[in-house]
């Protein structure tokens, strides 16, 4: 059974920092693609980061404040935070594939699999 596991999400304040982990299992960690989503209250889900063929890509709105890395010894894709902005409140979700899209001179964040955490919840107050 496939299992995606985040943890990490915190109350913080506006200009802190946050790490968040996926710890992945039931499956070839080195052969999926894991990313980052959200979804804001309010608002629809959107796609953060994703880590694809070793290659890091990121949305326009985390880009320079967020960074994501893997660790596959541990089976773990992390999200390192920061800078966090009010805006960036949400619930994360891990998933997989994730896969990027170029737009322009910018990156879309998607998913092609099925594979989902329960999410985290970060909060930054202002």
């Known amino acids: 059974e496939v299992q995606l596991v985040e943890s990490g999400g915190d109350l913080v304040q506006a200009g802190g920092s946050l790490r968040l982990s996926c710890a992945a299992s039931?499956?070839?960690?080195?052969?999926?693609?894991i990313g980052w989503f959200r979804r804001a209250p309010g608002k629809e889900r959107e796609g953060v980061s994703c880590?694809?063929?070793?290659?890091?890509y990121y949305v326009d709105s985390v880009k320079g404040r967020f960074t994501i890395s893997s660790d596959n010894a541990k089976s773990t894709v992390y999200l390192q935070m920061n800078s966090l902005k009010p805006e960036d409140t949400a619930v994360y979700y891990c998933?997989?594939?994730?896969?990027?899209?170029?737009?322009?001179?910018?990156?879309?964040?998607?998913?092609?699999?099925?594979?989902w955490g329960q999410g985290t919840q970060v909060t930054v107050s202002s």
């Open positions: 998933a997989a594939d994730c896969y990027a899209a170029s737009y322009g001179s910018s990156w879309i964040v998607a998913l092609t699999g099925d594979y």
């Open positions: 039931g499956f070839t960690f080195g052969e999926h693609d």
């Open positions: 880590i694809s063929g070793g290659t890091p």
